[in-house]
């Protein structure tokens, strides 16, 4: 985290606290909305045990963050989401020692299915700044969501998560999405993000966020 945050462990630990209110069936309905609105991503292949597990350990992590719009009712997980992390390598670090050795293999199994996202991050894990920076791990809405309100729009998501990152003295968000993937490179643009690198068809953006 950078030098100049303001924030203390203290009010870190309270914000955990809050999270931990969510019950086991609100983190199982963002582990199905994810895996509904992120089909293709290592963790949705890997299964919902491993989505759980990962949304579980963010939530006891002190630098990640998690946006969570249930659906209605009878649908919960028909909703929202949005995670992001105010230190990229060390909620990396969380996750892989909080997480069960069996869901680790089974995340490590899609990487050599697909390495790709893996070989990029590698790659760009020199131009990606080690502190100072939010970065935005997750992003979905379902279209039932979408008729719900405005606050389930991915615009409010991601200001949320922006907000987060101020509070927290971050100057920098920055974000990676695949080229092929135009609604969300158009999305990020829109929401002033600019590009940075791209490798292997990976769009690497980042925005100077204002306090």
Known sequence: MDGNAVVSQEDLFTEIALLRDMTDASIAALAKCH???LPNTT???????ALYSLYRTMISDPFSHIVWRPGRKEALY?????????NLRATEREIKKRIDALIILK?????VLNPRHLLVRKLWDSVIPREGVGYILTIGVTREAREIG????GSSLLGELEDWFRAHGVA???VDTERSNVTAVKFYQKMEYEEVSETYGNVLMKKMLSQ
């Open 107 to 111: 995340l490590a199994f899609q990487n």
């Open 78 to 86: 028909l909703g929202a989401f949005a995670s992001g992390t105010m």
């Open 150 to 153: 405005v606050d389930w729009s």
């Open 35 to 37: 895996r509904i609105c």
């Open 43 to 49: 963790s949705s292949r890997a299964g919902i045990k």
């Open 172 to 174: 920098e968000s920055w």
